[in-house]
């Protein structure tokens, strides 16, 4: 055990992430909500439990919302938390709901969002799917010349014509990204080379054509490898315009901004973002005068939001470490025990719910019989107890509907929006 380094108080620092700002009352109770954070479990009734700050989420979308160019929409990408109350929270907010999957379809169209300003993406959208986009007058963004057929038959079906923008499969990669999810041989999109023979069977199969969806990867914190995506994504649609049925009404950009999550993380700098996309849309003003630009951002909006909170029910002492034991785990927090596709695991910003005289080095884990069970792998916290709360910080996105909750049997994770 170390004595208590007073600068160590500042909150950013405790929950070891930088541009955190939640902080802790006198007692070291973490605040949420304006309540100290034992109250507000037993409100919501137990642990473990992801909690998600109302405030918050608004707060970011406003910032963002600021800043957000003229011509620009913001789109919610409901899989990085598909909460129904906090996605109908999300609704009064945003543009659009971009959802990837019929569950998350039923969801979206429940929260008060239009279904005209509801998209659909993924790469294996069956034909129960396309019928049921078609019916509710969603946007479906086409990933297979498969679909067409499909979407013509249920435009018939539906007496409408289905709304379809083409996503593309980018003849480039998101720089610096977490998850790429463009450039290269990829399941996502169709490849920037067919474009123009999808663009021409659309046509041939009277679907109303209205635009592009172009998205690259996930968590990226490098703003000029998501300027320069952004550049050459609007560059591709440039050269396909007279090859279009229509003019393009939408043109989505996709996303992948980051959430920093270490303290060597820095949280992406929007402002050179902003710039270019001001530019994109005054160059779109000209080249297809009525269409607009979309981003579609899941983890950025969401992920700083949510708290994933747990009770200490064990504290092993082996061969000198310390692990404390804690109800919940990688079964209901994949993303922070390391497993959900990271390159290299790092601990997410974890902290204690109190405050002691001194701190230590500590294992967090959980109840699963897999040494993968890890949520914090010798972290600097306060000396905790059997039944203190640790907190697990950047939880709000990729958190509970990203995990393995059957494997072994525990209890689930409650969610609350507070
Ligand atoms: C996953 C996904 C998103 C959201 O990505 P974030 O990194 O969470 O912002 C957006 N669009 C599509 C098509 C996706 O697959």
Known sequence: MTERDDSILSPIEDAGSRGSTWSRNASGEWLVAGQPLSRIVDAVGATPCYLYDRDRLSERVRELRAQLPQGVDLHYAMKANPMPALVCHMARLVDGIDVASRGELRVALDSG??????????????????????????????????????????????????????????????????????????????????????????????????????????????????????????DLVTGWLDQCPSVPRTINLGGGFGIPYTLQDLPLDLAPIMDNLAALAARARSDLPGARLALELGRYLVGEAGLYVSRVIDRKLSRGQVFLVVDGGMHHHLAASGNFGQVMRRNYPVAVNRLSPSRESASVVGPLCTPLDLLADRADLDVAEVGDLVVVFQSGAYGRSASPREFLGHPDALEALV
């Open 113 to 234: 969002m239009p279904a005209a300003r509801i998209s659909f993406a993924g790469p294996g959208k069956s034909e129960l799917e396309l019928r049921q986009a078609v019916a509710a007058g969603i946007l479906t963004h086409i990933e297979s010349f498969r679909e067409i057929p499909v979407l013509a038959q249920a435009s018939e079906r539906s007496g409408s014509a289905a709304r379809v923008a083409v996503r593309v499969n980018l003849p480039f990669e998101l720089r610096a990204s977490g998850m790429k999810m463009s450039g290269g041989a990829r399941q996502f999109g169709i490849d920037a080379e067919q474009v123009p023979d999808m663009l021409r069977r659309i046509d041939a199969a009277q679907l109303s054509f209205e635009g592009f969806h172009l998205f690259a990867g996930s968590q990226n914190l490098r703003a000029a490898a998501i300027v320069e995506a952004q550049t050459r994504s609007y």
